[in-house]
């Protein structure tokens, strides 16, 4: 430990005028991640469902709520929830492993796989947080590109695995915040050609056409080295509750426990999240609102001066092509609708993203874009 710095006379300064230490250096150079939380009356910027759970799911968890002993830590293993959770994919319970939103699951297997000397691939423009948690836990990050259209190039995600070696590959899809899912075909064949790990983020998976769950469920070889990744922040209506999860190799389960701290699932969320699991089909009815508000969305901006790409999530990205994108943010909010300017994002200059809400909601966000690029 450095020597306290004395004062002329020899007195150790008072506590009081002793500094703060310096954080971290490698820290300096980080941003947070956030998005702006102003009070507005049309919220289409954090890709939230725009329904809350369904009511017999709240009077469940109220009574549910009475059997806790909140006087006693919760079950470490979360046991129950992790076999609701498996039960739901039809894995077993040793294949789940979850944590507090899936960015702490996200955080987990880069605490557990990544850290010093180690390197996390992704591939860019993509869920910026991917980048953001490797550099926190102090893992290297190799960057790729995708191509124009914001797909994954094969030939690309070569060059980039063999010149770094990851231990973690990274791949989002659908892909926040560009839209498209990758076809499973295409996960397979990163995943034959990685080095490590190959963490398939589906934070919007219930909106894709495919899903990595299945190789995982398959068991073929090299499917041990596939972790997909979960959330209820989405589709389930329940981002306040913070819940996320990994369905991976038990190997992989017990390297993410190894980093949990004990007890970090409180027993409320485990309650909620086992109960929200009985719930599928007013889930996948919320699913096909949105899916359907997203074609309408879709159609509307195809005959406004904006680029747009398809999207297989509950947001869309789009690019004003006559007006910067900061103008026209700031024109939206002036609406009160609050959408996401990504166009400080790398590979994202000049777009915006917005969430599909409820009708109601889209019309107002589309009456102000119409208005603001008139
Ligand atoms: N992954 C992706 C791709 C996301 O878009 C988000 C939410 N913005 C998350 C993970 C994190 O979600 P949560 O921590 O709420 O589960």
Redesign the pocket.
């Known amino acids: 430990m450095a020597p306290v710095a004395r004062e002329p006379g020899g007195r150790p300064p008072a506590p009081s005028v002793r500094p703060v230490p310096p954080v971290r250096p490698d820290l300096k150079a980080l941003t947070g991640y956030h998005s702006a939380q102003v009070e507005v009356e049309v919220r289409l910027n954090?890709?939230e469902s725009p329904l809350p759970p369904p009511p017999e799911w709240f009077e469940a968890f109220r009574s549910g709520l009475g059997s806790i002993d909140f006087n006693r830590y919760p079950d470490r293993d979360a046991w129950e929830l992790r076999r609701a959770v498996a039960d739901s994919h039809g894995v077993r319970t040793e294949q789940i492993f979850c944590a507090?939103?899936?960015?702490?699951?996200?955080q987990s297997l880069l605490l557990a796989y990544g850290g010093p000397q180690r390197t996390a691939a992704l591939f860019e423009p993509t869920?910026t947080?991917h980048r953001h948690i490797a550099r926190i836990t102090g893992t290297q990050v190799a960057a790729g590109h995708r191509t124009d259209e914001f797909l994954l190039d094969l030939d690309e995600v070569k060059r980039v695995l063999e010149a770094h070696d990851p231990v973690i590959t990274f791949l989002?899809s659908p892909?926040?915040?560009t839209g498209r899912a990758d076809p499973i075909e295409l996960v397979e064949a990163v995943l034959a050609m990685a080095p490590g790990l190959v963490v398939v983020?589906e934070?919007?998976g219930q909106f894709a056409p495919s899903s990595a769950v299945d190789t995982v469920r398959g068991g073929a070889a090299g499917s041990e080295r596939l972790a997909v990744?979960r959330?209820?922040?989405?589709t389930w209506s329940m981002?306040g509750m913070?819940?996320?999860y990994l369905i991976a190799a038990p190997e992989v389960v017990e390297a993410c426990e190894m980093v949990a701290l004990p007890y970090h699932l409180d027993a409320a969320k485990q309650l909620a999240g086992r109960l929200a699991v009985d719930f599928v089909p007013e889930m996948e009815a919320r699913v096909a609102m949105v899916i359907e508000e997203r074609g309408r969305i879709a159609a509307a901006l195809a005959a406004l001066p904006v680029d747009t790409w398809p999207s297989d999530a509950n947001f869309i990205l789009f690019r004003p092509t006559g007006s910067e994108a900061a103008a026209v943010w700031a024109d939206l909010l002036e609406a009160s609708v609050l959408v996401r300017d990504c166009s400080q994002w790398p590979g994202l200059a000049g777009c915006l993203r917005v969430t599909v809400g409820l009708p109601h909601e889209n019309d107002r966000f589309l009456a102000a874009l119409t208005e603001s690029l008139r």
């Open positions: 954090t890709n507090n939103g899936s960015n702490e699951v996200l869920y947080l989002c892909n926040n915040p983020d934070a919007y990744v959330t209820f922040s989405k981002a913070r819940l996320g």
